[in-house]
Nanobody, 123 residues
Framework: QVQLVESGGGLVQAGGSLRLSCAVS????????MGWFRQAPGKEREFVAA????????YYADSVKGRCTISRDNAKNTVYLQMNSLKPEDTAIYYC????????????????WGQGTQVTVSS
């Protein structure tokens, strides 16, 4: 059974920071690229960040580039998303996902998804 469990979400004021975690089990973690997506009310799920299997390559949506850092610890089967300088428009449910695809910027390239963690940024 593949399991992805996100944590670290919460309510923060604009300008604050959060670190999201995603613990993965049921697969060989180091053989999968990992991504973070988010979905705000009334909007489609959108790409936020991705990281290659070894962690050597990272990718970010323009909307978060410079404010977010994705990282992974393959020894802990965990991927992280450090979010700084948060804005109200960052409010969304954040999901992590695994990928076997070479294309990491679209949700179609991902295989398994977590249940999400809520991030709310107040003005």
């Amino acid at each position: 059974q593949v399991q992805l469990v996100e944590s670290g979400g919460g309510l923060v004021q604009a300008g604050g920071s959060l670190r999201l975690s995603c613990a993965v089990s049921g697969l060989t973690f180091s053989t999968y690229a990992m991504g973070w997506f988010r979905q705000a009310p009334g909007k489609e799920r959108e790409f936020v960040a991705a990281i290659s299997r070894s962690g050597g390559s990272t990718y970010y949506a323009d909307s978060v580039k410079g404010r977010c850092t994705i990282s992974r610890d393959n020894a802990k089967n965990t991927v992280y998303l450090q979010m700084n300088s948060l804005k109200p428009e960052d409010t969304a449910i954040y999901y992590c996902a695994t990928s076997r695809s070479s294309l990491l910027l679209n949700k179609a390239g991902y295989d398994s998804w977590g249940q999400g963690t809520q991030v709310t940024v107040s003005s």
